[in-house]
């Protein structure tokens, strides 16, 4: 049977990936979005595919932390101040779910998705999405033992949920000797091995061109303002498009609370918007590097024009519209905190500024499957590890859309939970 499936919104990781697998099961898909592919949080982020840290964010720790840190100026979580009641909600939601329970029941169903990660984007590429993985072993830096137990004690966590974790402690001298940008600040490093990362615009771009070399439609510049249902089929509404579909997946991301309200989502989302930008190195860093007190998140990119080497610099969580402009003060707080922990970096070239914002859901785990109106799917809420978990998530809506059963990976994934 041949599907005709339009996607309400979204060229991000996620919509792409769906669209990708649809088309996979032989289903005609067009996917639009208000400007582009990537335009959202899947350009700009730190490119990990990590699932020693892909965690619940809800964490007990977090609600000690929380009001301490958002007063602070330069904290690396910041709440931009707002009359708006959706904030107020979502706090309250998110404050819900940071118990030690919650957090462990989240992790197992995180375990379970996380063993399918890499295998979900080498099948991308093998089906003909021309991305790459690269494969290193991730240096977490600490400058004392007391910054480092927060994450010793997560990774033990995760490793209790019964994911697996090859991770081996350091000494300042030994983790010179494997990432000699390390500065004498870093007293502590942990190597953990098996990591990837990716360039996630070019990835997320090599997956539009394997949507289209497939047959598929990408239109940009269409912004939908409305998903209905209309007899048997769904109607996609906006500027630019008022079209039926058998079936329309919103994957919107931070911007999915407008389309999925009217479809039976009540679970709380909101935008936590972060901030990256790139700057040249003396020489290639080993691999992916986390400074996780400073909260910066640090990936290879691609030479520059001028032939020297560049890292990705990425951080902040600011709880905001995530139409608002970028600020270029959360890019410092980033880039101060980076700075003593870091050597060989030339602060002055200073390029790629970008903002995007995560789609947060309250309690911590994404969105996948269908909603209350027949025909209308959701793929959203992905938070801090969209990227990761987009392949698989667009594997497993088009497992359900397509078969009409609900994959058991997407227990407790209900949209309408
Ligand atoms: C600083 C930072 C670092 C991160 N690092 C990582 C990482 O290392 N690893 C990882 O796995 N994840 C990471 N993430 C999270 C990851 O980027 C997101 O979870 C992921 O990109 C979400 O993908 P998405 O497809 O759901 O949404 P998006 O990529 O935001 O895509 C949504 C798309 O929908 C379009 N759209 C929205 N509304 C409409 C509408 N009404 N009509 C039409 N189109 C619409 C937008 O234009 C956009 O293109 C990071 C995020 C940030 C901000």
């Given at each position: 049977?041949?599907?005709?499936?339009?996607?309400?919104?979204?060229?991000?990781?996620?919509?792409?990936?769906?669209?990708?697998?649809?088309?996979?099961?032989?289903?005609?898909?067009?996917?639009?979005?208000?400007?582009?592919?990537?335009?959202?949080?899947?350009?700009?982020?730190?490119?990990?595919?990590?699932?020693?840290?892909?965690?619940?964010?809800?964490?007990?720790?977090?609600?000690?932390?929380?009001?301490r840190?958002?007063?602070?100026?330069?904290?690396?979580?910041?709440?931009?101040?707002?009359?708006?009641?959706a904030?107020?909600?979502?706090?309250?939601?998110?404050a819900?779910?940071?118990?030690?329970?919650?957090?462990?029941?989240?992790?197992?169903?995180?375990?379970?998705?996380?063993?399918?990660?890499?295998?979900?984007?080498?099948?991308?590429?093998?089906?003909?999405v021309?991305?790459?993985?690269?494969?290193?072993d991730?240096?977490?830096?600490?400058?004392?033992?007391?910054?480092?137990?927060?994450?010793?004690?997560?990774?033990?966590?995760v490793?209790?949920?019964?994911?697996?974790?090859?991770?081996?402690?350091?000494?300042?001298?030994?983790?010179?000797?494997?990432?000699?940008?390390?500065?004498?600040?870093v007293?502590l490093?942990?190597?953990?091995?098996?990591?990837?990362?990716?360039?996630?615009?070019?990835?997320?771009?090599?997956?539009?061109?394997?949507?289209?070399?497939?047959?598929?439609?990408?239109?940009?510049?269409?912004?939908?303002?409305?998903?209905?249902?209309?007899?048997?089929?769904?109607?996609?509404?906006?500027?630019?498009?008022?079209?039926?579909?058998?079936?329309?997946?919103?994957?919107?991301?931070?911007?999915?609370?407008?389309?999925?309200?009217?479809?039976g989502?009540?679970?709380?989302?909101?935008?936590?918007?972060?901030?990256?930008?790139?700057?040249?190195?003396?020489?290639?860093?080993?691999?992916?590097?986390?400074?996780?007190?400073?909260?910066?998140?640090?990936?290879?990119?691609?030479?520059?024009?001028?032939?020297r080497?560049?890292?990705?610099?990425?951080?902040?969580?600011?709880?905001?519209?995530?139409?608002?402009?970028?600020?270029?003060?959360?890019?410092?707080?980033?880039?101060?905190?980076?700075?003593?922990?870091?050597?060989?970096?030339?602060?002055?070239?200073?390029?790629?500024?970008?903002?995007?914002?995560?789609?947060?859901?309250?309690?911590?785990?994404?969105?996948?499957?269908?909603?209350a109106?027949?025909?209308?799917?959701?793929?959203?809420?992905?938070?801090?590890?969209?990227?990761?978990?987009?392949?698989?998530?667009?594997?497993?809506?088009?497992?359900?859309?397509?078969?009409?059963?609900?994959?058991?990976?997407?227990?407790?994934?209900?949209?309408?939970?």
């Open positions: 049977m041949s599907h005709s499936c339009r996607f309400a919104s979204g060229a991000g990781i996620v919509g792409l990936s769906t669209a990708f697998s649809l088309q996979q099961r032989g289903v005609q898909v067009t996917v639009v979005d208000r400007i582009g592919p990537a335009a959202g949080a899947s350009w700009g982020n730190a490119g990990w595919l990590s699932p020693a840290f892909t965690i619940p964010l809800p964490e007990p720790a977090l609600l000690k932390q929380g009001p840190a958002l007063l602070s100026p330069s904290s690396p979580v910041a709440l931009a101040p707002s009359a708006d009641p904030v107020a909600r979502f706090m309250a939601a998110f819900l779910n940071c118990t030690p329970h919650k957090w462990a029941s989240s992790m197992r169903t995180y375990a379970t998705l996380n063993a399918h990660i890499y295998d979900s984007f080498e099948r991308q590429i093998a089906a003909g021309r991305g790459e993985l690269h494969a290193y991730m240096t977490v830096g600490f400058a004392s033992l007391h910054d480092a137990t927060g994450i010793l004690d997560e990774l033990a966590r490793s209790a949920a019964g994911q697996q974790i090859d991770v081996t402690l350091l000494d300042p001298r030994s983790a010179r000797e494997y990432e000699p940008h390390l500065t004498e600040n007293a490093a942990l190597r953990l091995r098996g990591q990837r990362y990716l360039n996630p615009g070019a990835y997320v771009q090599a997956l539009a061109d394997a949507v289209i070399a497939g047959g598929g439609e990408l239109r940009t510049g269409i912004d939908v303002t409305e998903v209905r249902r209309d007899g048997a089929r769904a109607r996609v509404i906006g500027t630019g498009i008022d079209e039926l579909t058998d079936a329309a997946v919103l994957c919107s991301g931070a911007w999915l609370p407008r389309l999925a309200s009217a479809h989502v009540r679970i709380p989302l909101f935008a936590g918007r972060g901030y990256s930008c790139s700057v040249p190195i003396d020489t290639p860093l080993q691999g992916a590097t986390y400074f996780p007190a400073a909260r910066a998140a640090i990936t290879p990119r691609p030479d520059g024009a001028d032939g080497p560049r890292i990705r610099v990425a951080g902040i969580m600011e709880f905001a519209d995530p139409d608002k402009p970028l600020n270029p003060k959360r890019i410092r707080v980033t880039n101060d905190a980076v700075r003593p922990l870091l050597r060989g970096i030339d602060w002055s070239g200073i390029d790629e500024q970008w903002v995007g914002s995560r789609p947060l859901s309250a309690d911590g785990l994404p969105l996948i499957g269908g909603t109106t027949p025909g209308v799917y959701v793929g959203g809420g992905h938070g801090m590890w969209g990227l990761t978990l987009g392949p698989l998530t667009g594997e497993l809506l088009a497992e359900q859309i397509t078969t009409g059963r609900t994959p058991a990976l997407t227990a407790g994934l209900d949209p309408l939970r």
